[in-house]
């Protein structure tokens, strides 16, 4: 094994040290592990209640009418996120459009859309209009308000309490820190929270943007009560394996009307051909516990190796985690570029390239990324991602398999050691 990492360049400190954190992390990475067995559970029982069998992984074309495949795995992610049905489809391009999706189909001229967690994700901004858009929301006469969390992360329910209005018809909350310094909400406190507003004004919908969350907890936000529950395929649910896709999980009544939205009105969930994607999207899902397992075990090796190296690292070493993400400030350009450096040459695809800092439209400085995947883009593989401005923080998540996050943080602490950033 050592004559195999010393193959592909980490040395003896590297390891050694590595060795001892390791060691540290037995009792958390039980728990994963026990997690990752629950969640496997609930997806095997939700795959056999839905009666999934090999005639699920036919391709259909055209207009797709009475997609066996695509209705049983809507039943399936139903079952899995204990809501009333399902929109699970390859033509929901990503994430943001599943979003946008959600919001678009659940809302009409004069609603107002209420944020509960802040700032939504960057990508929402356009969608909502908070930066104006073609089509945005806005454009459609759906207003919006946004109440902050607290210093210490957790909602502020006074200032929830004095947003809502008579129009407000739609609350939204972020699970992910996505690439903020907050924390991230637990499923519980999102729970919480939907109690509160249901508690004012039962009819409002609350949606829940859970990318980054599926399969962290051994409970969803939709177990409490989120009326919408949305995610990206090329995330935790798609196990690596969905080659593209979006989810919402939820009540009959919001799912219609996204149905309604994506294709036509009057058609809604009967079209939409699945092309041969079906078989990847219930094998990625039948992984996605142990895939999610896997990430989170290298998002906790990397907190925990680079905080005792004298780092801030967000979420803290020792936090508990309700997402995937982990966060190293290394407070100088070279440490984020070595370290992005490092996950691309563990990378089983495009390994030979040298990602460099470069300027990105929607970025106000450059930004250093690094991937090699073999969806584009998918950020349940292993990848990194920086701007180069204070406080110098990477963003790292993902790793298919243990194993290979384990490499790419050795190869990542590798650099920064050859470089005399770090002393071992
Ligand atoms: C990734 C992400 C999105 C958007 O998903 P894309 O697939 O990149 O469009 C939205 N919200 C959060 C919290 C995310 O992490």
Redesign the pocket.
Known sequence: MEQLYESLGISRPVLDFAGKILDSLEERFREIDDMAEYNQLKVIRAMQEARVSAECFQATSGYGYNDLGRETLERVYALTFHTEDALVRPQIT????A?ALALSSNLRPGDELLSISGKP?D??EEVIGIRPSCGSLSEYGITYAQTELKEDGSFNYDAIRNAIRPNTRMVAI???K?YLTRPTLSAEQIGEAIAFVKGIRPDIICMV?N??GEFVEKLEPSDFGADMTVG?L??NPGGGLAPIGGYIAGTKECIERAAYRLTSPGLGKEVGATLGVMQSFYQGFFLAPVVTAAALKGAIFAANIYESLGFKVVPGAKEKRYDIIQAVEFGFPEGVIAFCEGIQAAAPVDSYVTPEPWAMPGYDSDVIMAAGAFVQ?S?IELSADGPIKPPYAVYFQGGLTWPHAKLGILKSLQRLYEKGYVTL
């Open positions: 990503c994430g943001t459009h979003l994700y990508t929402l972020q699970r992910s996505g943007d990318c980054y990206s090329i995330k883009g950020s």
